[in-house]
T-cell receptor, first 112, second 115 residues
Framework: ELKVEQNPLFLSMQEGKNYTIYCNYSTTSDRLYWYRQDPGKSLESLFVLLSNGAVKQEGRLMASLDTKARLSTLHITAAVHDLSATYFC????????????FGKGTKLSVKP | DAMVIQNPRYQVTQFGKPVTLSCSQTLNHNVMYWYQQKSSQAPKLLFH???????NEADTPDNFQSRRPNTSFCFLDIRSPGLGDTAMYLC??????????????FGPGTRLTVL
């Protein structure tokens, strides 16, 4: 059974600081996604990582994937308040069925 | 402009009273998914359709059913809602290229409260 673990689950940051969210998964998968969710809202796709060593960046967020270590990171650079949200990583499970197994999410709060 | 639409956005129902949630998409995607997300938890897949083929997750309660009358629409029926079914229900789609490899796009969700 595929397990996806994120840490930390809660993160309080000051504006301007850097931090990294980690996502570990237990079995081989060829795709990993990062989603953002604002309170009471749906999930917004941020990144899809398809291969070992993949790195994607959008604004202050950068995601990377190490398939050998079964680890993905989401790095936040110079955090701003607008980044406050819950971030989920999700890993494809079940071969071609495309079922996503989500981590528990990291609730990020960026304070002035 | 909306690509995955869910109705209603908020639904309150009585314990045991059947409820139907609706999802429609303008993306012409092959695959449509239903997830349940309880408060402060990760989304959990209930089932999905690949075209007309229905795929149920092993631990999805029998109380939850789904219908997909055409490519654009998919419904979630909860036959006898219990208090534990209070949650956000998210519809997602993927495809049409290599449907299972494409990113899943989520609708805004329906927040269901069972009283």
């Amino acid at each position: 059974e595929l397990k996806v673990e994120q840490n930390p689950l809660f993160l309080s940051m000051q504006e301007g600081k850097n931090y990294t969210i980690y996502c570990n998964y237990s079995t081989t998968s060829d795709r990993l996604y990062w989603y953002r969710q604002d309170p009471g809202k749906s999930l917004e796709s941020l990144f899809v990582l398809l291969s070992n060593g993949a790195v994607k960046q959008e604004g202050r967020l950068m995601a990377s994937l190490d398939t050998k270590a079964r680890l993905s990171t989401l790095h936040i650079t110079a955090a701003v308040h607008d980044l406050s949200a819950t971030y989920f990583c999700a890993v494809v499970y079940g071969g071609s069925q495309g079922n996503l197994i989500f981590g528990k999410g990291t609730k990020l709060s960026v304070k002035p | 402009d909306a690509m995955v639409i869910q109705n209603p956005r908020y639904q309150v129902t009585q314990f045991g009273k059947p409820v139907t949630l609706s999802c429609s998409q303008t993306l012409n995607h092959n695959v449509m998914y239903w997830y349940q997300q309880k408060s402060s938890q990760a989304p959990k897949l209930l089932f999905h359709y690949y075209d007309k083929d229905f795929n149920n997750e092993a631990d999805t309660p029998d109380n939850f059913q789904s219908r997909r009358p055409n490519t654009s629409f998919c419904f979630l029926d909860i036959r006898s809602p219990g208090l534990g079914d209070t949650a956000m229900y998210l519809c997602a789609t993927s495809g049409p290229g290599q449907a299972y490899t494409d990113t899943q796009y989520f609708g805004p969700g329906t927040r269901l409260t069972v009283l």
